[in-house]
């Protein structure tokens, strides 16, 4: 059983930076793919970044475009969301995701079927 843990969540000011854990246990991340998704206050959940840690291909949302950088360390079976220049619109819960299936759209929630309770990021003025 694949179990997820995230960390590096807190608070931030506009304009900072942040980065993201995510600590995987029950299979090797490099067979993998894993994503990072989001849910602001009254939304839906998103998608922000996929990787395939087989071989290195990502995907991601507009708003994360050229601001947030997903990457792995297969020594520590980890995966990260680095993210820079945040503004109150990134705001939400971010959780990991993990699949074991080789699926063509990282960015779809319906590749994944494991994942993990979440972390707050808040970003203040």
């Known amino acids: 059983q694949v179990q997820l843990v995230e960390s590096g969540g807190g608070s931030v000011q506009a304009g900072g930076s942040l980065t993201l854990s995510c600590a995987a246990s029950g299979r090797t991340i490099s067979t993998m793919l894993m994503g990072w998704f989001r849910q602001a206050p009254g939304k839906a959940r998103e998608a922000v970044a996929g990787r395939h840690c087989g071989h290195g291909r990502t995907q991601y949302s507009d708003s994360a475009k050229g601001r947030f950088t997903i990457s792995q360390d297969n020594a520590k079976n980890a995966v990260y969301l680095q993210m820079n220049n945040l503004n109150y619109e990134d705001t939400a819960i971010y959780y990991c995701?993990?699949?074991?299936?080789?699926?063509?759209?990282?960015?779809?929630?319906?590749?994944?079927?494991?994942w993990g309770q979440g972390t707050m990021v808040t970003v203040v003025s």
């Open positions: 995701a993990a699949s074991g299936t080789d699926w063509t759209n990282l960015l779809g929630q319906e590749s994944y079927n494991h």
